[in-house]
């Protein structure tokens, strides 16, 4: 009997703004900890594509992430400026709503933040129940201790405007 094929899943890792070296070796070792915990394989970079600058150019971003099969990012989801809408809200609002049009499932969106420390003041709080209704959202718990799987129809409960 012959052994299975393992395939590698897709990752990438999107920055609304300028990526730096820091924060993607942060990020990376992050991942690599997440990954080995849960026993699967990976090689030594972690993500097959990092996008800086992703929400100048949504239809790259999203090529990308429909191309992944898990998407990471470490934002807050703040706005770059103030009360803005420029930055990770346009992104991960944008990134919903195509998922919902074009049907999008079976995608991991991984944020590297706790879930308390969220901005979700412009965030398309109500498109989360259709978004991630067959994708999967995660968040570090409060104390940072480890990523657990968030509970789409409480938050948006919580923080529906």
Not at 15 to 38: F, G, P, Y
Request: aromatic content about 10%; hydrophobic content about 40%; proline content about 3%.
């Amino acid at each position: 009997m012959s052994k299975p094929i393992v395939v590698n899943k897709r990752r990438i890792f999107l920055e609304s703004d300028i990526l730096h070296a820091d924060e993607l070796k942060s990020a990376q070792r992050k991942v690599s900890n997440l990954l080995e915990d849960k026993g699967e394989k990976y090689c030594k970079n972690v993500f097959d594509k990092m996008l800086d600058f992703a929400w100048h150019n949504l239809e790259k971003t999203w090529k990308a992430v429909k191309w992944a099969d898990e998407i990471y990012a470490d934002s807050s989801l703040m706005p770059l400026v103030g009360n803005s809408y420029m930055g990770a809200p346009v992104i991960f609002n944008g990134m919903m709503e195509r998922a919902i049009k074009e049907n999008i499932t079976g995608k991991s969106v991984y944020i590297l933040r706790p879930l308390k420390d969220i901005y979700w003041d412009m965030i398309k709080v109500p498109l989360m129940t259709k978004a991630f209704a067959k994708n999967k959202l995660f968040m570090y718990d409060d104390d940072r201790d480890k990523l657990i799987e968030v509970d789409i129809k409480a938050t948006v409960k919580k923080h529906k405007k």
